[in-house]
């Protein structure tokens, strides 16, 4: 079974700390996406990468980084975590030519 | 810009009692209008792919439809288990492979 996993499920951090959320798929995909979803305002795109060491800006890339050393492996980086990057963290992977997205199964951020 | 609105928000059915989502749609040459299943505390689940108006994708008791302006999911005999949100998502051509979601509707199907 093919799979997208998210190495948290929830996560409590404090205002200030840098915060690695890493993602891993097993299904040779080269695009990988990072999403946020908030109540009333739905799922928004922060970063995505369609190859390894590519990175392209979302909607709302600020005070987020990314990381794609290995083509399985895209790491989302909170710089300085602050209370309004509470939220869930989804990433998701897609072949090329195929449309339809495979997401994780979430982290749930706190920062605190 | 790519926009996506769907409606309602929020429906509560009997088991057993059709009805149907409404995914309302702006994009500049689709290229995929995708459904999603996503239950509480978890990513959404890849469900339908429909690329052109006209086409219809059915799973189980779920059918997708789509216009040029909107698509429709249909629940036909509902059943407790079919409780969730139902997200619905485009992607355009000028979008760089990048989808653009609605906020969902959370079906509640009570027994």
């Known amino acids: 079974d093919v799979k997208v996993t998210q190495s948290s499920r929830y996560l409590v951090k404090r205002t200030g700390e840098k915060v690695f959320l890493e993602c891993v798929q097993d299904?040779?995909?080269?695009?990988m996406f990072w999403y946020r979803q908030d109540p009333g305002l739905g799922l928004r795109l922060i970063y995505f990468?369609?190859?390894?060491?590519?990175?392209e800006k979302g909607d709302i890339p600020e005070g987020y980084s990314v990381s794609r050393e290995k083509k399985e492996r895209f790491s989302l980086i909170l710089e300085s975590a602050s209370t309004n990057q509470t939220s869930m963290y989804l990433c998701?992977?897609?072949?090329?030519?195929?449309?339809?997205?495979?997401f994780g199964s979430g982290t749930r951020l706190t920062v605190v | 810009e790519d926009q996506v609105t769907q409606s309602p928000e929020a429906l509560r059915l009997q088991e057993g009692e059709s009805s149907s989502l409404n995914c309302s749609y702006t994009?500049?040459?689709?290229?995929?209008l995708f459904w999603y299943r996503q239950d509480p505390g978890k990513g959404p689940e890849f469900l339908f792919t429909?690329?052109?108006a006209g086409e219809e994708k059915e799973k189980e008791r779920l059918k997708a439809t789509l216009t040029k302006k909107e698509s429709f999911l249909h629940i036909t005999a509902p059943k407790p288990e079919d409780s969730a949100t139902y997200l619905c998502?485009?992607?355009?051509?000028?979008?760089?492979?990048?989808?653009?979601f609605g906020d969902g509707t959370t079906l509640t199907v009570k027994p």
């Open positions: 998701a992977s897609r072949r090329t030519g195929e449309y339809g997205y495979t």
């Open positions: 994009v500049s040459g689709l290229r995929g």
């Open positions: 990468s369609y190859d390894v060491k590519m990175k």
């Open positions: 429909l690329y052109s």
């Open positions: 299904m040779d995909h080269e695009n």
């Open positions: 998502a485009v992607q355009g051509g000028t979008n760089a492979g990048k989808s653009t």
